[in-house]
């Protein structure tokens, strides 16, 4: 009876629009309801988040689980042809201003009040690079619900919506939607972060995004952009070294992030959306997070990588998610039996939470959903056996979207867990007669990991193929140690344990030592042979060792010779004692081999976690390319 008397005051009180006086006897108590309900949210969790393995944590290291929606409507939602002030044909049937969507219909406080009632944590809130720089100030229409707004641009809103969500308890992850306030998604100007704009363009906007909530830590991520598909001549690619590189430009913004913006944001990556052309017979399909497996990111500032993935029933792995035009024959995920649905999850996405390997980070499952008023037993059966999906592996997710408008046929997101009417009045997943709310009941309620979450061991990886991968703010503020050649180092706080004989791969962890190296900035880079002074580890070959108390961080190559070893002190002391790793004619790695498969297709040598890199050994005998053969790996 409760409940039922308080969305009933609502309704009124929005109705009447009392929540923007915050006067009159049902204002009081509608406040003092979802007041209580905000700062229970507000003291249950302190930012910034971090992560630990594959999960989030607060600031106190205790698990946050990320339970969120998107509040769509700042990406925009004209469809990009015919009248712009047409919501009924023009605006994938809501008309957004490129502003979160419900501002017009329902007071802000009110929209708040319903997300608590939800039971969701977090928001992510969609933007346009459009949205950055509009200076025109929206038009009343599109805040009549909330007149205090009036007079302020796209982005001054979207700053007011911010503030809300937050001061409210509810974290915040920027999300970069769209180049161009256009909906997505499709060939729509917006497939990838450069399609309307300049890379160097899209990195100074997220820059801008980032440092302009600096202060405020419940805005605690950075979702770089949204569903990176294919134009209509080229594929993005995920580690091509090329301007549709997305592996390499999501590594640029980050790091223009952690250093010059906001380095206490999560930095959460989407795997490439779409590749190829819907045609069957021709190559196609939904790569996800597949690439991740032998190419995963390795940020300046450890723990803070989210790994993202999208998935809806009338997709597929190898379905665009067509009907008619541009559809294939290719199974949709809703065609999927439960245990087929379940296997293609784990390989497109689900591997990124195993613990211990390069790719180790959260996962979270920024979009999903399905329709209120969907009938098709497929689609229904589908959404339940994801959600049970979501819910057995306690698997972070966010709803899409959070907020739709409801109206006359033609209008509205029948896929909103929220819709209001031009009234204020709503409908959705809290009334009791939508189909979704068990579903929705079974992620918010099903058995989750709480409470502290123990820091693991962590694995990364670097990667030369194309550029330097300095992944340590102390070895990046040293210069350029090598001149001409590509260069790669360690996170701070990890070592270098492993190597591949071919592609300049790299393993580095901590395992074992924590932070290893000494206080101060104190390196040797190593390019002969004069600190080889135990003993000739390797017979014949080129040894790169590290002076006594240092130990392996870094190293460099040219084209794909060793060019030189970069070693650093340690704040302990270091064993003398150990053996050689030879991994020129096949791999040599431990039992297990902790850290995964980080050189896929190149032979690997690779200390145990009780040892220590302390040279790279490597010959330029005719024949040979120079590459590392050798690692000598001693005792900690």
């Not at 109705?15 to 009081?28: D, K, Q, R, V, W």
């Not at 007041?35 to 507000?42: D, F, I």
């Not at 010779?561 to 790793?581: E, I």
Request: glycine residues 12%; hydrophobic residues 35%.
């Amino acid at each position: 009876m409760i409940g039922l008397l308080s969305r009933c005051t609502l309704a009124l009180v929005v109705t009447a629009g009392l929540f923007i006086s915050g006067s009159g006897p049902m204002a009081s108590a509608a406040t003092a309801e979802t007041g209580r309900s905000a700062k229970s949210l507000a003291e249950s969790w302190t930012g910034p988040l971090s992560t630990r393995g594959h999960y989030i944590v607060d600031a106190g290291g205790s698990r946050f689980k990320l339970k969120s929606a998107n509040w769509g409507g700042a990406q925009g939602s004209w469809t990009g042809s015919g009248d712009g002030a047409d919501p009924a044909n023009h605006h994938a049937g809501e008309d957004s201003f490129n502003i979160p969507i419900g501002l017009d219909r329902v007071p802000l406080a009110g929209l708040l009040a319903d997300f608590h009632r939800l039971g969701i944590n977090s928001v992510r809130l969609p933007f346009s690079n459009a949205l950055v720089h509009n200076t025109v100030p929206v038009p009343d229409a599109a805040v009549a619900a909330n007149p205090r707004l009036r007079g302020r641009t796209p982005l001054q809103v979207y700053d007011a919506v911010v503030d809300a969500l937050t001061q409210d308890g509810f974290a915040v992850i920027l999300n970069n939607h769209t180049n161009t306030a256009r909906w997505c998604c499709g060939l729509d100007g917006n497939e990838r972060w450069n399609t309307s704009q300049s890379t160097a363009q899209w990195v100074d906007d997220w820059a801008f995004m980032a440092g302009r909530y600096r202060d405020n830590k419940r805005v605690v991520g950075a979702d770089l952009y949204n569903e990176v598909r294919r134009t209509i001549l080229d594929d993005p690619n995920w580690g091509g070294g090329d301007d549709h590189d997305w592996f390499t430009a999501a590594q640029q913004a980050a790091d223009r992030i952690q250093t010059q913006a906001d380095p206490d944001l999560l930095i959460v990556i989407e795997g490439i959306n779409w590749t190829g052309i819907p045609v069957d017979g021709l190559p196609h399909g939904r790569p996800t997070l597949t690439p991740a497996r032998t190419l995963s990111h390795t940020l300046l500032r450890s723990g803070k990588l989210v790994y993202s993935a999208h998935f809806y029933g009338f997709t597929g792995p190898n379905h665009s998610g067509a009907y008619g035009t541009g559809e294939t024959h290719d199974a949709r995920y809703q065609d999927l039996s439960r245990t087929d649905l379940y296997d293609v999850l784990r390989q497109e996405a689900f591997f990124v939470t195993d613990e211990g390997q390069h790719y180790t980070a959260p996962l979270w499952i920024s979009e999903f959903g399905t329709g209120a008023t969907e009938t098709e037993p497929k689609a229904r059966a589908w959404f339940a056996n994801f959600t049970d999906y979501l819910a057995t592996n306690d698997a972070d997710f966010g709803y899409w979207p959070l907020v739709g408008w409801s109206g006359p046929a033609g209008q509205g997101d029948d896929y909103a867990l929220l819709r209001y009417d031009t009234a204020g009045h709503r409908s959705g997943v809290l009334d009791g007669t939508d189909w979704r709310a068990a579903g929705w009941q079974n992620l918010l309620n099903s058995p989750s990991r709480t409470g502290p979450i123990a820091v693991p061991t962590r694995w990364n990886m670097l990667d030369l193929d194309h550029a330097d991968a300095v992944r340590s703010l102390r070895i990046a503020a040293l210069g350029d140690w090598d001149p001409g050649a590509r260069k790669g180092a360690c996170p701070d706080g990890q070592r270098l344990i492993a190597l591949a004989h071919t592609g300049g791969r790299g393993l580095c962890t901590h395992t074992g030592t924590g932070d290893l190296r000494a206080a101060g900035e104190g390196h040797t880079v190593v390019r002969d042979e004069r600190y080889v002074t135990r003993g000739d580890w390797a017979n014949g070959y080129t040894k790169l060792e590290c002076p006594a108390g240092q130990f392996l961080t870094g190293y460099a190559v040219r084209g794909a010779a060793l060019s030189s070893a970069l070693c650093v002190p340690a704040r302990t002391p270091l064993g003398a004692t150990g053996r050689t790793v030879w991994f020129d004619r096949g791999d040599n790695r431990p039992a297990g081999s902790a850290g995964g498969e980080f050189a896929y297709g190149s032979y690997k040598g690779q200390c145990a976690e009780g040892e220590y890199a302390a040279g790279i050994a490597y010959t330029a005998r005719v024949g040979s390319s120079s590459t590392p053969d050798a690692l000598l790996c001693r005792a900690l």
